[in-house]
């Protein structure tokens, strides 16, 4: 694909990416954002973090699939946004929730399940976003970026495991989200099963072409 149709569709992955935060601020604005505003908002980054987190994995198996090599150029944009609005999902927490109060921060993550999953799942996303650039894709080999980046499946599962620790009674988002990833998750087991299966293969094949060609020679 032409290098200025990928800006287009980059153009327009920013503006769709920042709507929800568009909507809070119009909303917030307005004084719409209903009777505990905290739980809006918290809610609403935290549940497009994990929304772009399911995008940003399906980004390969959709490569995989269709062919569509540009679509890896799409990848780490989509990335930085669920890293974005993870920082805003902690930031609400933290600022608005407990008023910076380190203790109370503290005791929650160690006391509190769904606070330790999420937070454990923030964490992990952190460095993933500060070695997203070029620079340290270089400093670092593409082997090292590559088994660095696969925290992402750990920090994905995390927040659905908090997503889920977190609701009640309704769990019909955080089911999504683990179907979503499960299936993802089973795309890239399959598919690094069936290479391994593929490599091994091939190899008997070379060894029993090469004792067949020693053969021949020897007789």
Request: proline share 3%; charged share 15%; glycine share 6%.
């Amino acid at each position: 694909m032409k290098n200025r149709y990928i800006v287009l569709i980059k153009i327009i992955i920013h503006l769709a990416c920042l709507i929800p935060l568009a909507w809070l601020g119009y909303n917030g604005y307005n004084d719409n954002l209903g009777a505990n505003p905290i739980e809006v908002i918290t809610r609403s980054t935290g549940f497009w973090t994990l929304a772009l987190l399911m995008v940003t994995l399906s980004v390969t198996p959709l490569r995989q699939i269709t062919g569509l090599q540009w679509l890896i150029r799409l990848r780490r944009m989509i990335g930085l946004y669920a890293f974005f609005y993870a920082c805003l999902h902690f930031t609400t927490y933290i600022w608005l929730d407990q008023f910076f109060d380190l203790e109370s921060i503290s005791k929650d993550i160690v006391k509190r399940p769904f606070i330790t999953a999420g937070f454990t799942g923030f964490v992990l996303l952190i460095p993933l976003a500060l070695t997203s650039t070029k620079g340290m894709v270089r400093r670092l080999t593409g082997k090292r970026w590559q088994q660095l980046h696969r925290l992402i499946y750990l920090s994905a599962i995390a927040g659905v495991v908090h997503f889920f620790w977190l609701v009640k009674a309704d769990i019909s988002q955080p089911l999504i989200f683990g179907t979503i990833l499960a299936l993802l998750l089973g795309h890239r087991a399959t598919v690094k099963l069936w290479s391994m299966l593929s490599s091994r293969f091939s190899f008997k094949n070379y060894e029993s072409s090469n004792r067949a060609g020693t053969e021949v020679v020897k007789k």
